[in-house]
C-alpha cells in the first residue's frame, strides 16, 4: 500500500527535524568552547565571532551562572525533539504538532530580526538565524504534506465502494 511509503518518508523527514533540533541543542552547551574554536579558525577575519568570543569570556570569567541561560536554551531544543516523537509514532494523529513546528519555524523571523536589531546583532548574522526558521520548515512542510496524502489514502480505503 502506498501509504506505507508516505509514512516512512514522513517519518524520515521527522528524523531530520528532530536530528538538527538535537544537535542544535547539543551545541548550546558549550557555546565558549566554540566560539574561541571559530575564532582560532577564522583568524581574525571575522570581527563578529571575535568580539562575541571576547564577550563570552569575560562574561563566563566573572558571571559564570549567565551561561546556565544558554543551558537551557539547549535543554528546550532537547525537549522540543521530543515532542516530536508523537508524530513520528502517528503522524495523523499528531500532525498539530508538525504544525506548531511550522509556528515556531515561521516565528524565529521576527525573533531574529526584532531581538537581534534590540540587541545589536549585525544584519547578515541576523539572516544566518533566520535561516533556521527557513531552513527548518523545510523537512516539516514536506512531513505536513505526506500526512494529508496518508489521511487522504486512508479515507478512500475506508469508504463503501
Keep these: 500500500m502506498p501509504e506505507d511509503g508516505y509514512l516512512r518518508r514522513a517519518r524520515l523527514w521527522l528524523i531530520v527535524f528532530m536530528s538538527g533540533l ?4 547539543m551545541t548550546a ?20 565571532i571575535e568580539r562575541v568570543n571576547e564577550g563570552l569570556c569575560a562574561t563566563n570569567a566573572h558571571y559564570p551562572f549567565l551561561a546556565y541561560g544558554t543551558d537551557w536554551l539547549a535543554f528546550a531544543h532537547l ?15 499528531n500532525k498539530w504538532v508538525i504544525d506548531f513546528g511550522l509556528i515556531a519555524c515561521a516565528a524565529v523571523i ?3 530580526l526584532i531581538a537581534g536589531q534590540v540587541r545589536g546583532i549585525p ?8 535561516g533556521f526558521g527557513v531552513f527548518g520548515s523545510i523537512p516539516l512542510v ?10 487522504h489514502q486512508s479515507l478512500q480505503f475506508r469508504r463503501p465502494a
Design 79 to 93: 525537549v522540543l525533539a521530543i515532542a516530536f516523537i508523537g508524530p513520528y509514532i502517528d503522524p495523523v494523529r
Design 123 to 130: 544584519f547578515g548574522w541576523r539572516l544566518i538565524d533566520c
Design 29 to 48: 552547551f558549550p557555546l565558549q568552547t566554540e566560539v574561541r574554536w571559530l575564532s582560532t579558525l577564522s583568524h581574525g577575519r571575522f570581527l563578529w
Design 142 to 151: 514536506l512531513c505536513r504534506r505526506l500526512i494529508t496524502k496518508i489521511e
Design 22 to 25: 538535537v544537535l542544535s541543542g
Design 110 to 112: 521576527p525573533l531574529a
